[in-house]
């Protein structure tokens, strides 16, 4: 949309919701779009085009006729919206149910549902349903952006689009292409699944996310009726776990302590091959291949895996998918010369008109906020924010006088609103909003120390009520286990919060291959998932780190109380990176697959390229540890900045690949 149709739409909108008896079509022509060029068709053309936008934003726009002769003539019907059309119904929250709600909202963070879950949280905040609450000392769950994939399965789900992939069969380890009725999306054993009717199969099926090699494309010129009453939890709960198998690698000497702490050495008869000088024959357990195939390559040349076949493959098609992709040609490489570019679709007069739907109610419940507050709320600029107040202010009834516009006042850089025209209440939730809420709560039932004492349950019930029909929808979607595997270290930290005392850890780092003691003053935890991490200031590196819980080998206090020397910068949620002056800038290019890789590693600067990929600039606190991510993403990461970076990792790859040179790689059909 354009500017000039959002202020259209703005002023249609007013005037529907402001009329009784209803407006005809003649004079909706001359008072709001004051059209004196067009036909009569192209006319009404635009008039039908708007009414469906309005309705796409919530509004139920009323048809009115006059029985008896000419009831059908379009220049006698008249056209109103209800005063309570689609309006969010008040919700009033508790302080302890706003604290779980927020918890919810942030669950999506980076994740697909982020951008819904932040809309929601402002229609409630619109409305004055929301109190301030204090967050629960140190815990700040998160879900894990599953990647690009999981982005446009969302989006298809609630469109209901079909979509079609290629896909690793479980059963035959054959690549196919798949047509999939998407129903729903879900979380299961730590993997993300998608529930669909497969229409190469034509029957129900179930796809773990992490066997798509390829990027996902929604068919959105077709539609399709998902079953009613579909549950995807419910759905999930029929899977059963995979069972356990085993994989022997090779492991060079005194390497990879991480992978050897859950391994045992293989001796004796059951010896498959000669291992090579150096190395160690190791038994690892597991149960999807696929994880751990991504694991195996990440570490390259230090471990070469011996058996079963289907992994050797799996491990093999990964390390030549990032060598193929480092060797291609490489685009030109050029940033946006103004701002920082971020991933993700751009702005438009629609998200505009959306953000000034919720901006009226906002101020009408917010008065005399300061306009760099009432910005940075709805995540603008403060040129953004006056350019919606300047269309607002001209904004009002047909033909009216000045006391009919909406008035606003910014002079003094405070914003108050006195004329406010019937928007002074935000619009329903979407079905993306009440999902991404609805499933935020759900998945705060895992931690028990959020599903004790009834908050979690009665917002749960006042959300649902609101949503309405939309609410229902939400079980298409059901997050992951949030619980951490290592209670014992999360009571622990968290105690350690509260009374404000220095911890003394032993840990465990993948990056440096070796375990250290150090002492740490706690500041907060958060997950992704239900893998936890403390934000700590440790005193070995005078320096904040992010540790991950179920790499602490051990943890107590030393009956010391925190220095004081840093706390947390107060933004929400933390960041697992902290940037450094001395980190290094890398450049790296990314596939249409893999592009959501930009915002999981806070990149910088982004630049789309034409095949539907990134080049995203990312400062890295380490580069050493670079070649084992391009290995790990298996072709849809590459290094192209600094040169002598991207030549080390091409080395590395090589140097993985050579192992298994003597064993054919088996294609995929």
């Not at 932040?118 to 769950?141: C, F, I, M, Y």
């Not at 895996?305 to 050029?334: C, M, N």
């Not at 009216?400 to 019937?422: A, F, K, R």
């Amino acid at each position: 949309m354009s500017a000039s149709r959002t202020e259209r739409l703005l002023n249609l909108l007013i005037a529907l919701l402001n009329t009784t008896y209803g407006l005809r079509r003649g004079e909706l022509r001359q008072k709001v779009y004051h059209d004196t060029t067009s036909t009569d068709v192209a006319f009404g053309r635009m008039f039908e085009r708007d009414k469906g936008e309005l309705r796409r934003f919530g509004f139920e726009v009323e048809t009115v006729t006059d029985k008896g002769w000419g009831s059908d003539d379009p220049a006698t019907t008249r056209y109103r919206i209800g005063k309570d059309s689609n309006r969010l119904p008040d919700v009033s929250l508790t302080p302890e149910e706003c604290t779980v709600l927020i918890l919810a909202a942030q669950l999506w963070e980076h994740a697909a549902l982020g951008s819904a879950a932040v809309n929601a949280v402002r229609k409630l905040q619109a409305s004055g349903g929301l109190v301030d609450a204090e967050l629960p000392a140190g815990l700040q769950p998160r879900i894990r952006p599953a990647g690009q994939a999981f982005e446009d399965l969302v989006a298809a789900v609630h469109a209901r689009h079909p979509v079609s992939f290629r896909y690793l069969a479980g059963s035959t380890g054959r690549e196919e292409s798949r047509l999939v009725e998407p129903w729903g999306l879900g979380s299961r054993f730590g993997q993300w699944y998608l529930v669909g009717h497969d229409r190469t199969r034509g029957a129900k099926r179930f796809f773990r996310l992490s066997r798509l090699t390829s990027a996902v494309d929604v068919l959105a010129k077709e539609n399709f009726t998902a079953p009613p009453d579909f549950n995807v939890r419910a759905e999930l709960a029929t899977l059963t776990e995979l069972p356990v198998q085993t994989a022997v690698v090779d492991v060079r000497a005194g390497s990879v302590h991480g992978l050897r702490r859950r391994a045992t050495a293989v001796r004796g008869p059951e010896d498959v091959g000669v291992t090579a000088a150096g190395r160690d024959r190791l038994s690892v357990p597991y149960r999807d291949a696929e994880t751990l195939a991504e694991e195996l390559a990440s570490y390259g040349p230090r471990v070469q895996v011996v058996s079963p076949p289907g992994l050797v493959t799996s491990v093999r098609r990964r390390l030549a998918g990032a060598a193929d992709f480092a060797a291609a040609p490489a685009p030109p490489i050029a940033f946006p010369a103004t701002g920082s570019a971020r991933h993700g679709r751009k702005r438009t007069s629609e998200d505009q008109l959306t953000r000034m739907l919720q901006l009226v109610p906002f101020l009408v419940h917010h008065q005399g906020l300061h306009i760099s507050e009432v910005a940075a709320n709805f995540g603008i600029t403060r040129e953004e924010l006056e350019a919606d107040l300047r269309i607002l202010i001209c904004s009002g009834l047909p033909e009216g006088y000045p006391d009919d516009l909406l008035d606003i006042q910014w002079e003094d850089d405070h914003v108050t609103i006195t004329q406010d025209l019937d928007l002074n209440r935000p619009v329903r939730f979407t079905v993306e909003e009440a999902c991404a809420l609805l499933t935020g709560l759900e998945t705060l039932n895992s931690l028990p120390e959020l599903a004790e004492g009834g908050a979690l349950e009665s917002v749960t019930l006042k959300l649902l009520a609101a949503a309405g029909e939309e609410g229902l929808k939400a079980a298409v979607l059901s997050g992951p286990e949030v619980a951490p595997g290592n209670t014992a270290a999360l009571e622990t930290a968290r105690q350690a919060i509260r009374n404000g005392a220095q911890l003394r850890l032993r840990y465990f780092s993948p990056l440096r291959d070796t375990a250290s003691t150090r002492n740490i003053d706690p500041l907060r935890l958060y997950s992704l998932d239900n893998t936890w991490y403390l934000e700590a200031f440790c005193h070995s590196a005078d320096a904040l780190r992010n540790f991950r819980l179920d790499r602490i080998d051990a943890l107590e206090t030393t009956g010391q109380p925190v220095s004081g020397e840093a706390a947390p910068d107060g933004k929400l949620p933390v960041k697992l990176f902290t940037p450094n002056d001395d980190d290094a800038v890398v450049v790296v290019q990314l596939t249409r697959q893999g592009a959501g890789l930009a915002d999981e590693y806070y990149a910088e600067r982004t630049a789309q390229l034409t095949d539907g990929g990134l080049l995203a600039e990312i400062r890295f606190g380490s580069t050493g540890w670079l070649p084992m991510f391009v290995a790990q993403h298996g072709g849809t990461a590459r290094i192209l900045e600094p040169e002598e970076l991207a030549g080390s990792s091409r080395e590395w790859l090589a140097a993985a690949l050579a192992q298994y040179e003597d064993q054919p790689l088996r294609r995929l059909e």
